[in-house]
């Protein structure tokens, strides 16, 4: 687990407890019956930057800003048993399982005799699945799942197909697995294997290291697998090797996976449903962007990509400039794009120097996210591309917010060893924390007169990050355009500064003679590379991992009540008592039809869990920051939606609150607005949804394709079920956003094929009620719609009932599987 989703999980646990307790029952029947590690690395947050300092004023501000989250996680160590904390300032939980805690094959007692079994895990991330690369079966689950399964329920799931990819060849000099894994999640995309395993097979795999197979491992959410698994082989054991696991450990990975027929042999075809091959060979420089990470951009590429987007947002402005000219009033109106830039005055000082900003020009460039920090070589490439940038004369330009956030200490360690680290400082990129940073939207603040340029002169800037999410209104709200490199590429787009630079054939800046330098200048070779991964040893590992759970000073020091069920402090604004199991004493309703509701939201395609739930920067004026200013927090104090997800009132208030979200209620206006009907009163989503819980109105979510795509976000459905959202139709849903929403209770409801709300003119203002649904409820069941118009017309429309296994279904009927849960608990 990670803090974002652990903090919410223990909440949950502690709400449980008290529960157990109000019924009479022992407390102590909440406790996790399998081991759970949660690994404190979402709220590392880069305020300070560019500073040989950063890393310890980031790390004093964490404490500060989470003091109490931290607290309560570390009374759920002393109170839960099966439960590990690894503390702030260690590393992100992915690159920690991969470097330490998974084991491969693992071992056990049962009747006296030690068995040996494969190593199999479930995560509160969707990038859990990063640990497939080391032969270890893994996925995200949402934390209400997860919750659930830690209580001993089981994971059920329809039994996927397989799609096999097999790789051959081998990557050219100059390509890194970076580029790979964003040619690997455009053509799995394509193909379509939302709720498949991908397997990735052939000899190709012989020329891919463990780090590698890692990274493409990591990105299976992003190309919409449930899992991308690497088979174990000669590279699996160096790696174990290498990361210090015990030589026992490793010889019986060996034997059991030759046993067992886990062991990839030269030549081996399984049978699969499905076959995608690549040749690693024609695999070209690459970027993603800038709102997706399936989209993905040759180097050359990207300028015309940006301006390609520029003009169509520049289109309406255009349009009015001719219609000006054609009646007459030519000269008065300026070119579009040009009428946003300042000419005669700078746009900001930095540092007592004027710069004009415009454009495309690069405010943030992070090396950051387990994706790509895990993986030694482009690391080291970064380090080696920094030298020779140094070496060159080149600089980062002002107006980047520069950073570097590895997911484990091992990387400074080898960046130290190497000798590179000095060079990445030398331009900005020094230490900023150990956790995930910008890629999960904890960017910080830009300096202020970058801020105030951008917002007076509506420029679309970007951002560029070696992570695996660039959702609209994820990495800054500020920020417009988001592209996924590797870590070197975000260095030269920090030098360079625009991302209109052509890096493949224009200068990327001036060298100390003022001679032009080219990105082929300073990129690294293969065999430099080669030379600087003699670095990485296995000292390096046994020296960060020898007291993983310990922690430092200031987290020690956390005092924590020595009590089975936790002191609710009814004056937090972090940790607070959740509504759900309010009524665990009563009896669960029965299921019935839902009856004239309302459409809260009618969305498009792609809508995010980060649009559902954000996990980044609390507005001022949107109703959680007007919640926590009337509790008297300050705006600079907010922190933000991922750490307060402990507090149910600031994260109901956040549900489809992100600026980006496009309401076509509203015309697809920007912002977490909605009609409320039949008023037609423009009003935030909260608000309209109270309106609507006053009027005891139910509410439906209306959505496009691949509904609740990214994050494994539980609050995307607990924060939908607190809204009053009895069901979301949406034309098809991702794995993990459909089981949290069966998980609260909530009716993942799908259109029929060739069918969606535009072919049947759903425009919001419709009364829907929903036939079919009783106590005998089946999986997959097709239901009835009925839709009433505003002038009194009805018509209807048949849907597939999204409630998928018979687990699920005994979930939904006690409303969610925690009530489910809570309740055979109590009764037993």
């Known amino acids: 687990m990670q803090d974002f989703t652990g903090v919410p999980a223990v909440v949950d646990l502690a709400a449980m407890r008290a529960a157990v307790e109000k019924a009479g029952a022992d407390p102590e029947k909440i406790n996790p019956l399998s081991p759970v590690d949660l690994v404190i690395d979402h709220s590392v947050m880069v305020d300070h930057f560019a500073d040989e300092h950063a890393f310890e004023a980031n790390v004093a501000v964490e404490m500060q800003r989470n003091g109490e989250r931290y607290q309560f996680l570390r009374w759920g160590q002393s109170a839960f048993n099966n439960f590990s904390v690894v503390p702030p300032g260690t590393g992100i939980c ?12 693992w071992t056990g007692e049962s009747d006296g005799k030690e068995f040996a079994f494969p190593d199999t895990l479930v995560g509160t991330d969707s990038h859990t699945t990063m640990i497939n690369g080391l032969g270890v079966l893994g996925w995200g689950v949402g934390g209400i799942e997860a919750e659930a399964a830690m209580l001993g329920q089981p994971i059920s799931m329809l039994i996927p197909e397989v799609m096999g990819f097999q790789l051959t060849g081998k990557l050219r000099e100059g390509i890194t697995a970076t580029d790979l894994v964003l040619t690997i999640t455009q053509m799995l ?49 160096g790696y174990l090797r290498l990361t210090g696991r015990d030589a026992e450990r490793i010889e019986l990975v060996e034997a059991y996976c030759k046993e067992q027929g886990l062991w990839r042999e030269t030549g081996d075809e399984p049978v699969f449903t499905d076959t995608l091959t690549l040749d690693m060979s024609t695999v070209e420089a690459s970027l993603a962007g800038p709102k997706r990470p399936q989209d993905r951009v040759a180097l050359s590429d990207v300028p015309h990509t940006f301006q390609a987007l520029m003009d169509l947002h520049l289109k309406p402005a255009k349009a009015e400039k001719e219609r000006l000219e054609n009646e007459g009033g030519g000269g008065t109106a300026v070119e579009a794009e040009q009428a946003n830039l300042p000419h005669s005055n700078p746009c900001c000082v930095i540092e007592g120097k004027n710069y004009f900003l415009s454009h495309g020009d690069v405010v943030i460039s992070a090396i950051t996210s387990c994706t790509n920090t895990s993986n030694p070589s482009v690391m080291l490439a970064a380090g080696l591309l920094a030298k020779k940038a140094v070496e060159q004369g080149l600089q980062r330009k002002a107006w980047v917010k520069s950073s570097l956030a590895p997911g484990s200490k091992v990387v400074t360690d080898y960046l130290k060893a190497s000798g590179l680290m000095p060079y990445l400082d030398q331009l900005g990129y020094n230490l900023v924390g150990y956790g995930c940073t910008t890629c999960i939207g904890n960017s910080g603040p830009l300096p202020e007169p970058i801020e105030e340029a951008i917002q007076n002169f509506d420029l679309n800037v970007a951002a560029v990050l070696s992570g695996n999410r660039n959702f609209e209104g994820r990495v800054h709200p500020l920020v417009k355009t988001n592209w996924l490199a590797s870590p070197p590429l975000v260095i030269a787009y920090g030098l360079a500064g625009n991302i209109r630079t052509d890096l493949s054939s224009e200068p990327i800046g001036e060298g100390k003679n003022g001679e032009k330098i080219y990105l082929k200048d300073i990129w690294p070779t293969q065999a430099e590379i080669e030379e600087a991964l003699q670095y990485v040893n296995t000292q390096m590992f046994h020296k960060e991992y020898a007291a993983v759970f310990e922690g430092e000073e200031n987290w020690k020091s956390l005092q924590i009540p020595e009590t089975k069920t936790y002191q609710w402090d009814e004056h937090s604004t972090y940790i607070r008592h959740p509504p759900f199991f309010e009524k665990i004493d009563q009896p669960p309703q029965a299921v019935k039809n839902i009856e004239k509701a309302r459409i809260l939201a009618v969305l498009g395609d792609s809508v995010t869990t980060d649009h559902i739930s954000p996990a980044g920067n609390i507005k001022q004026d949107s109703p959680a920051g007007r919640y926590l200013q009337e509790l008297g927090v300050e705006p600079k104090d907010f922190n933000s939606y991922g750490s307060r997800r402990g507090n149910h009132e600031v994260m109901m208030r956040g549900t489809f609150a992100n600026i980006r979200i496009k309401n076509e209620m509203l ?18 989503i909260y608000d309209a949804a109270m309106q609507y819980q006053a009027e005891n109105t139910p509410l439906v979510i209306i959505a496009g394709k691949e509904y609740g795509t990214g994050s494994s976000r539980d609050w995307a459905a607990k924060g939908t079920n607190l809204l009053g959202v009895k069901a979301v139709i949406a034309q098809s849903f991702e794995r993990i956003h459909r089981s949290n929403l069966v998980g609260m209770g909530v009716l993942p409801l799908q259109f029929m094929p060739d069918e969606s709300r535009t072919s049947l003119n759903i425009n919001g203002d419709e009364i829907l009620s929903i036939h079919g649904l009783s106590d005998d409820l089946s999986p997959q069941q097709i239901l009835r719609v009925e839709l009433e118009q505003p002038d009194g017309t009805q018509s209807s429309f048949k849907v597939l009932c999204r409630i998928d296994t018979v687990n699920e279904v005994e979930y939904f009927k006690a409303g969610g599987i925690l009530h489910y849960v809570l309740r055979h608990l109590i009764a037993s």
């Open 94 to 105: 992915h690159q920690v399982n991969l470097e330490y805690l998974a084991q491969t094959v």
């Open 667 to 684: 015309g697809g206006e920007e912002g977490g607005n909605t009609l409320h009907i039949p008023t037609h009163k423009k009003m935030s």
């Open 189 to 237: 995309r394509q193909k379509g294997v939302v709720g498949k395993f991908v397997e990735f097979y052939g000899d190709g795999l012989a020329e891919l290291p463990l780090a590698d197979r890692a990274t493409i491992a990591n990105m299976a959410p992003e190309y919409g697998a449930t899992c991308g698994f690497f088979p174990v082989d000669e590279v699996t054991l």
